[in-house]
């Protein structure tokens, strides 16, 4: 189950979306997978790519 994390009303750059992501990975025991979340999105070509692999980390509430 992946972890929920509220980014309504949030800062939409990014690297923030990204940080407060894997925070919550990170918070749930779960540091792996948000160390390899972090590395594709920063390889990411495009902002949806980057949200696309956010989105398959966490549950975007």
Do not use: C, H, R, W
């Not at 800062?11 to 749930?28: C, D, H, P, Q, R």
């Not at 025991?29 to 495009?46: F, L, N, R, Y």
Request: hydrophobic share 40%; glycine share 8%; net charge negative.
């Amino acid at each position: 189950m992946k972890p929920k994390v509220k980014l309504v009303g949030e800062n939409g750059n990014i690297f923030n979306l990204m940080g407060i992501a894997s925070k919550v990975l990170t918070e749930a025991g779960k540091k792996d997978q948000a160390d390899e979340m972090v590395g594709k999105i920063t390889q990411s070509k495009s902002y949806d790519a980057a949200l696309q692999v956010l989105m398959e980390y966490v549950e975007v509430e």
